[in-house]
């Protein structure tokens, strides 16, 4: 266990088994589900709460607090509208959405089976052939119709247009629109970067995946602000970045590439884009794209509001506009490849074991305190290391079942360690630490339990 990183083969399980694990063990359920769900829109439960955070700890240590040039940010949702203006996104945030005439059904015309080839084969029109997924008729479609992804809402008391904002559809305008107040107050030189996690949101139209395609999700983004024509470097440095990031936490590396954007398909604002993807059970799928957004953002906020957002070069007393990279992952993302690649079933002596085998850090609950009876003695003992423990640890208590079935539910949630408090504890004041990869149990006296943890955990 420990820090180390597990080498593993690609993870087989289907979505259907994973998103039933997430609803029976309490990791995710559908948003509003007595009335029905509602398309897109998903809730963490207490495990998915806390590996979420786990997640969102660990980029923040690792981008933010082991890194002397980067600071955080936490900003506003709404932001002035006028920022999306400048950013672009008011005009350029579509996708182009297509009608079949047969059914009336509608769809990302860039997202239909085949769309991508009749483009690569240089179609005039790539839609004139191209069969509806739900009714089958060929090339009955609607002239393409640019459809913005920001949901609208209106600030005041008043529905008119003056009030009119949107909810942020990514968190990294704020800290280009709050550079200037960073650079000054945090005194940082070039390269500096600034981090923010937060909710963004997007009407997407073609939801689905579960997780993967959300209309509320989570980002954790970093602006890292350099001198232009350092650009090249950092964009290899940053891609470089997402991919040791994964398979550090144990990801493993057949089932994540790195894909370059051709020039075609980049956003409004990039010079160069690449993907970090992960092999879902639907496919290779978008986890952590990395741009190189040269100067685009801080000029067009810059003219956008009259104001001054350039650096002072000190070595070369002249001012200039950095440039940017950006690594933009989604939380939900990243929660989904890491169940996804934790997932394991392996036969045992009762049949079949299924256990997750999260990184420590990550685990949602890092240990288990389990008495091998409910006899008040025992149970006492048990809540005591459990209280204990609790000061450093997400730990959990359990009495219930029998303790071949408590190690099965907490292999199932991934908890890295178990704790058995037995009769023998009350005589010899030691405790059994079972390891859920290995299976492997040691005997460490009461006194000990936490530096073995410690150990064990790797932290
Ligand atoms: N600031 C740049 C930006 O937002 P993006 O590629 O649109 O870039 C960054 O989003 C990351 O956010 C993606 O790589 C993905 O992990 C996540 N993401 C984007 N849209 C999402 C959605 N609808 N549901 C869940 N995650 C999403």
Redesign the pocket.
Known sequence: MGNETAVRAASTVSMDTIVSLCKRRGFVFPSSEIYGGYA?FWDYGPLGAELKRNIKDAWWRDIVHKREEVVGLDASIIMHPDVWKSSGHLENFTDPLVDCRNCKQRFRADNLPGFEQAVEAGATDPLADLPCPNCGQRGKWTEPRAFNLMFKTFVGSVEEDAATTYLR?????AMFVQFANVLASSRRKLPFGIAQIGK?F?N?IT?GNF?????E???M?LEYFVKPGEDDEWYEYWRAFTMDWFTGFGVPRESLRLREHDRASL?HYSKG?T??EYLFPFGWG????V?ARTDFDLKAHATGSGKDLSYFDEETKTHIVPYVV?P???????FLVFLLSAYAEEPDKDGTRVVLRFHPRLAPVKAAVLPLSRKAPLTAQARELRDQLAERYSVEYDETGSIGKRYRRHDEIGTPLCITVDFQTLEDGAVTIRDRDTMEQVRVSLGEVEATLREKLGF
């Not at 559809?169 to 305008?173: R, V």
């Not at 978008?286 to 794209?289: A, K, P, S, T, Y």
């Open positions: 897109s559809p990514e968190t990294a305008q963004a997007r997407e939801p997780i993967f395609r959300l209309r999700l989570e980002q983004e956003s884009t993907d970090l978008e986890l952590w794209g741009a950006e933009a992952l989604g939380v939900d993302r990243a």
